[in-house]
């Protein structure tokens, strides 16, 4: 039976204050970009809780999602050659033209340099699960979420891990007037612009440009 992969080392992990905590501006896409984060971290949560039950049921140590930190030198990491672009590889591509957002995840330890990138898929509906991208499917299809449009930073104390969130949306939606996202609730009479209003219903598409930063 394969072990479920969890997204971050453990349960232990708690958001940590960055510089978006101390913007003095108002920025119109925070709620909108919250709620996303908040979908994530539910997912996340869920898939600890999988892998958690999983090894109390076989009797087993979790699988910690951290190298040990005589892996985790301040050197740079060996330069990897792109992926081959296989047909086999490139199947269901959780990337299409639809996809609104999607969540890149680096994990290191402490100052260490970066150990991980992880990828995953926002799903049209909150609700639903997220889906992670292998590294071959986003070296295909990655290009129109080059920009970064909220970060968030999450640290496990016990392992002295570092977790980065970066969204990333779809800029080929940037000139679209609408993005449809479901099951986002907010208020539906005082909503400002680039919120999302009520359930399944569709918003406009976030001015990305406003507050977002491109970038690998």
């Not at 910690?64 to 081959?84: D, E, F, G, Q, Y």
């Not at 009520?198 to 930063?213: D, F, I, K, L, Y």
């Amino acid at each position: 039976m394969p072990f479920p992969d969890t997204v971050f080392c453990c349960p232990s992990a708690i958001p940590i204050r960055t510089s978006r905590d101390t913007k003095p501006y108002h920025d119109p896409n925070r709620e909108l970009h919250d709620t996303i984060f908040g979908s994530f971290l539910t997912y996340a949560i869920k898939k600890q809780r999988a892998a958690d039950l999983l090894a109390l049921i076989l009797r087993i140590e979790p699988e910690l999602n951290v190298p040990p930190p005589s892996t985790a030198s301040l050197s740079s990491p060996p330069r990897t050659t792109a992926p081959i672009l296989t047909a086999e590889a490139l199947a269901n591509n959780p990337l299409t033209p639809h996809t609104p957002y999607v969540i890149h995840l680096t994990s290191r330890r402490d100052y260490g340099p970066v150990y991980s990138h992880r990828y995953f898929a926002c799903p049209l509906s909150l609700k639903g699960d997220w889906i992670e991208i292998s590294h071959v499917q986003w070296f295909a299809e990655g290009e129109p979420f080059r920009m970064k449009a909220e970060k968030w930073d999450l640290k496990c104390l016990e392992h002295s891990a570092f977790f980065r969130m970066t969204l990333r949306p779809n800029l080929a939606l940037r000139y679209s007037r609408q993005v449809i996202i479901n099951d986002i609730v907010s208020q539906a009479s005082s909503s400002p612009e680039g919120m999302v209003v009520g359930e399944g219903t569709e918003h406009p598409c976030p001015a990305h440009g406003s507050s977002a930063s491109s970038g690998a």
